[in-house]
């Protein structure tokens, strides 16, 4: 009975000490020792207009004096006044937020993407939230949703690898909310995209192989469905169509995800062929890495016996042994020209129920990889 009646005794104290100290935080003394946060009505007050006068001039409203504006803005500094974004944002059903939607942020190229945009948001006046689709579909649908509950101003997408249809994208659209896509870009024309030119990029890498003695070329390409993969993989047979070499249809993999497993385990399947070749393009850094690591691990000389090339141009290109020769992906510039695509949309330069199409400069970057000892 003695600790029952201890335990009831630290039970009533708990609860009375918790009492006092949420009283005394609600108390006059309490409160004033929280920063009371100060809105339009506070400066109305302190300048004897209407709250509707303050809202004008913090929002340079031509209505409003230049008198008036004035002083509105300097006591809203004076007080530590804040624009409270999210009313603004119920009121206009748009915030000043843009929306990023990628594949994984942990990929380099991504990341330098993402840089781009949101430094040049930065430079518009704009603030951007960002989130993954981890390359599924649901989740993108997903990622939609929560992007127009939080009533984006606008939308930049690099599209899931699984993606096909690009209806659940109408709920933007519909909404006159601008959506550019970028890299990975829609198979339809009339959307807003940035990109560069993925046919020629992937013939002018086929060909530097080619001129390096290379007669049987690999090519590890991603799913055709998405427009990169499909424009690298035609660019590569292009180049061997020019150059009279044979069209070896087993030599052209497609890839789920094309990441490290899939490298290797395609660099696994071409290696072991009674006639291997002698030279591989890979769409991506992951399954080049991934492919020359398994080479060498059957004791293929890089670039002697298989000369490699890939695409994005990753900081792993330099660090890997020997260093990838690979296609400059301009990251940076097109995460920059993705936001002046949005805010031509925005301001009405370009319709926004039309198409627009920004296509990018690249060039390749010739490494140890596809140097043949014996090339010509």
Known sequence: MQSIAQNYYLTYEFFTQLKLRTIGSLSPQGMRQRKKEVTIYDLAKELNVSPSTVSRALNNHKSIGKK?????????????????????SLRTNTSNNFGILVSWINRPFISSLISGIENEARERGYHTIISQSHD??????????????SRVSALIVSLAMSTKEYDHFELFTTNKI????????????????????????AFEATEHLIEQGCKRIAH?????????????????????????????????????TLDADEGMSMAKRVLSMPNPPDGIFCANDRSAVSAIQYAKSQNSLIPEDLAMFEF??????????????????????????????????????????ESSDTVLDTHVIVRKSSRKVNSR
């Open 68 to 88: 008036t504006s004035k002083a509105v803005k300097a006591l809203a500094e004076q007080m530590g006044y804040r624009p409270n974004a999210f009313a603004a």
């Open 136 to 149: 599924r579909t649901d989740f993108e649908i997903e990622n939609l949703q929560a992007f127009q509950e």
């Open 178 to 201: 601008p959506v550019v896509f970028v890299d990975r870009i829609p198979n339809v024309k009339d959307a807003h995209k940035v990109h560069i030119n993925n046919f020629n990029a």
């Open 220 to 256: 590890f390409g991603g799913d055709v469905n998405q427009v990169i993969y499909e424009d690298r993989r035609l660019g590569c047979v292009a180049a061997l169509k020019k150059n009279n070499l044979e069209i070896d249809e087993s030599l052209i993999l497609e890839a789920v």
């Open 312 to 353: 994005n141009n990753d900081p792993v290109c330099e660090i890997s042994d020997p260093p990838l020769s690979s296609v400059n992906h301009p990251a940076v510039e097109m995460g920059t020209a993705a936001v002046r695509q949005v805010m031509k949309i925005l301001d009405g330069s370009i319709p926004m129920y």
